[in-house]
């Protein structure tokens, strides 16, 4: 073996087993095996064996002190309307002067999903059969053009993922977008280890590495050098969303006029939960500190308490929508002291190669995959807040191939969309009990994508057309 510096640390760090297969890799795979390695930081590693993996699978988080958190209401629940409008009308103002810009996270590995290909490429939309990336791309369109101040877009991709990613927008020319504005980048990785901490190779000449969850977009900004850009050009909010829910509002003015109202630097939207055991995370405070709460770490008796009014106490789910303030994202990426996000550990089948250097796929979990969750982040932000808004106006992901969130439910959820714009501005449009209309309909982001939006381009129109099966406004 050579003599490398960083085999030696990774030695010294006792994580020799790395470079076991050294000698029998080709130049060019030693090359990929040290670039890999030099990813890696061995201090961090060696934290997290000491407490992460100290810990037994599943420790819990600490219950001591939780409380549901407040909400800001939406007035189809009892919230101030005439505050909604200032906070839309504030919104507006942030928009005309360029201060936002979105923020796509879409570097996760889509298993439930199983689909073949980035999960932004997959078809989603009722009639056209629009893929993911396509329906944000417009919503980002149509809100550049209607505030006068075209968006940039940022997107987070993995290693596994980047370069279809790119090749992806590049075939469908940015969707209409300035390519200039569309900016794709890597997400940071971890390695795997083993319940012992070691690092573990998936081949010869390579670390079993996996993206470092949603919460590594906070560095990966940095370092990407999407945060300079925005300061250059004067955007300070990052309106973040998943890439698995075409129903977001990707923009959306009254959630950024009460960002700004209450000078929060990082805000969240919440949905009501629609049933105690639903899977999302729970809003919450914590020695007065605002915090979310997986659903596997609050007991099912705390998801289940009522309140006096007979609604759950702790109603506040989490949909993965947030406004992040720009360097409030550059201090949470500095990892200086005390404000670094934790890492979780998940227990993971991972495939690797054993002593003798033979791959082994394992029946049952072998070692630790660690990832950041972005909402770690809300502690450590000044004034966070949470926002009320309706599921049905902004939250419908695509997560399994069937059953609950699946393509079907968010095809059926674009449907009731559609047809509640359509009957809100008078269209003669006909539903069942569940809000369905009998037939596909398809509304393009370019004619309208929120309610306003929407009635605006209808009243635009010379002549309305008759709703009936397959319509497209486009
Ligand atoms: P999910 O928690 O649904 O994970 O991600 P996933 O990896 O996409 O899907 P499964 O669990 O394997 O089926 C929520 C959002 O966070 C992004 C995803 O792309 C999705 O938009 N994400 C997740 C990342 O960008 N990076 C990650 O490391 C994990």
Redesign the pocket.
Same mark, same amino acid.
């Given at each position: 073996m050579g003599s490398y510096p960083l085999i030696e640390q990774f030695a010294r760090a006792g994580q020799g087993q790395v470079f076991a297969h050294f000698d029998r890799c080709s130049p060019l795979e030693q090359q990929a095996l040290l670039a890999e390695a030099a990813e890696i930081d061995l201090a961090e590693i060696a934290r997290l064996t000491r407490t992460l993996l100290a810990k037994s699978a599943g420790a819990g988080a600490s219950l001591d002190g939780l409380a549901p958190a407040p909400y800001e209401r939406h007035p189809s629940n009892g919230g101030d309307a005439a505050a909604w409008a200032r906070a839309k009308a504030a919104g507006e103002v942030a928009l005309t002067a360029g201060r936002v810009a979105a923020f796509?996270?879409? /570097?996760?590995? #889509?298993?439930?999903?199983g689909y073949d290909g980035p999960?932004g490429t997959f078809p989603v939309t009722p009639v056209l059969r629009k893929p993911l990336f396509h329906v944000f791309a417009e919503k980002i369109l149509a809100a550049g053009r209607r505030y006068g101040k075209p968006l940039h877009w940022f997107i987070?991709t993995?290693h596994a993922n980047h370069d279809a990613t790119e090749a992806f927008f590049a075939e469908h020319k940015w969707f209409g977008l300035d390519r200039a504005r569309v900016h794709c980048f890597r997400?940071g990785r971890m390695p795997a280890v083993d319940f012992s901490g070691k690092i573990l190779l998936e081949a010869p000449h390579a670390i079993a590495l996996s993206?470092? /969850?949603?919460g #590594?977009?906070l560095r990966a900004l940095e370092r990407s050098g999407a945060l300079d850009l925005m300061k250059r050009e004067g955007a300070d909010i990052l309106s973040y969303f998943?890439?698995?829910n075409p129903l977001v509002r990707c923009i959306d003015p009254a959630f950024i006029g009460w960002h700004l109202a209450r000078g929060s630097e990082m805000s969240s939207k919440m949905v009501t939960k629609a049933y105690a055991e639903e899977k999302v995370g729970h809003f919450c405070t914590q020695h007065g500190k605002l915090v979310v709460v997986e659903y596997s770490d609050l007991p099912m008796a705390m998801q289940r308490e009522t309140d006096a009014a007979g609604g759950l106490r702790y109603p506040a789910g989490n949909i993965?929508i947030h406004l992040l303030d720009r360097e409030f994202v550059r201090r949470m990426a500095s990892g200086g002291e005390g404000v670094a996000l934790p890492f979780h550990r998940a227990d993971k089948k991972i495939p690797c190669l054993d002593a003798a250097g033979q791959l082994v796929k394992p029946e049952k979990a072998n070692g630790v995959k660690f990832?950041m969750f972005v909402f770690d982040a809300i502690p450590f932000a000044r004034h966070p807040i949470v926002v009320e808004t309706r599921r049905a106006d902004d939250f419908s992901p695509v997560?399994n191939a069937e059953g609950v969130d699946s393509p079907q439910t968010c095809r059926d959820d674009q449907l009731r969309q559609f047809a509640r714009w359509l009957a809100a501005n008078g269209a003669a449009i006909e539903t069942d009990a569940r809000g369905l209309p009998g037939f596909p309909i398809e509304v393009s982001p370019l004619f309208g994508y929120d309610e306003d939006s929407f009635a605006d381009a209808w009243r635009r129109l010379a002549s309305k057309p008759a709703v009936q099966s397959g319509l497209v406004l486009a």
């Amino acid at each position: 073996m050579g003599s490398y510096p960083l085999i030696e640390q990774f030695a010294r760090a006792g994580q020799g087993q790395v470079f076991a297969h050294f000698d029998r890799c080709s130049p060019l795979e030693q090359q990929a095996l040290l670039a890999e390695a030099a990813e890696i930081d061995l201090a961090e590693i060696a934290r997290l064996t000491r407490t992460l993996l100290a810990k037994s699978a599943g420790a819990g988080a600490s219950l001591d002190g939780l409380a549901p958190a407040p909400y800001e209401r939406h007035p189809s629940n009892g919230g101030d309307a005439a505050a909604w409008a200032r906070a839309k009308a504030a919104g507006e103002v942030a928009l005309t002067a360029g201060r936002v810009a979105a923020f796509t996270v879409a /570097g996760g590995q #889509g298993t439930r999903l199983g689909y073949d290909g980035p999960k932004g490429t997959f078809p989603v939309t009722p009639v056209l059969r629009k893929p993911l990336f396509h329906v944000f791309a417009e919503k980002i369109l149509a809100a550049g053009r209607r505030y006068g101040k075209p968006l940039h877009w940022f997107i987070m991709t993995s290693h596994a993922n980047h370069d279809a990613t790119e090749a992806f927008f590049a075939e469908h020319k940015w969707f209409g977008l300035d390519r200039a504005r569309v900016h794709c980048f890597r997400q940071g990785r971890m390695p795997a280890v083993d319940f012992s901490g070691k690092i573990l190779l998936e081949a010869p000449h390579a670390i079993a590495l996996s993206p470092d /969850g949603h919460g #590594g977009s906070l560095r990966a900004l940095e370092r990407s050098g999407a945060l300079d850009l925005m300061k250059r050009e004067g955007a300070d909010i990052l309106s973040y969303f998943q890439v698995d829910n075409p129903l977001v509002r990707c923009i959306d003015p009254a959630f950024i006029g009460w960002h700004l109202a209450r000078g929060s630097e990082m805000s969240s939207k919440m949905v009501t939960k629609a049933y105690a055991e639903e899977k999302v995370g729970h809003f919450c405070t914590q020695h007065g500190k605002l915090v979310v709460v997986e659903y596997s770490d609050l007991p099912m008796a705390m998801q289940r308490e009522t309140d006096a009014a007979g609604g759950l106490r702790y109603p506040a789910g989490n949909i993965a929508i947030h406004l992040l303030d720009r360097e409030f994202v550059r201090r949470m990426a500095s990892g200086g002291e005390g404000v670094a996000l934790p890492f979780h550990r998940a227990d993971k089948k991972i495939p690797c190669l054993d002593a003798a250097g033979q791959l082994v796929k394992p029946e049952k979990a072998n070692g630790v995959k660690f990832e950041m969750f972005v909402f770690d982040a809300i502690p450590f932000a000044r004034h966070p807040i949470v926002v009320e808004t309706r599921r049905a106006d902004d939250f419908s992901p695509v997560k399994n191939a069937e059953g609950v969130d699946s393509p079907q439910t968010c095809r059926d959820d674009q449907l009731r969309q559609f047809a509640r714009w359509l009957a809100a501005n008078g269209a003669a449009i006909e539903t069942d009990a569940r809000g369905l209309p009998g037939f596909p309909i398809e509304v393009s982001p370019l004619f309208g994508y929120d309610e306003d939006s929407f009635a605006d381009a209808w009243r635009r129109l010379a002549s309305k057309p008759a709703v009936q099966s397959g319509l497209v406004l486009a």
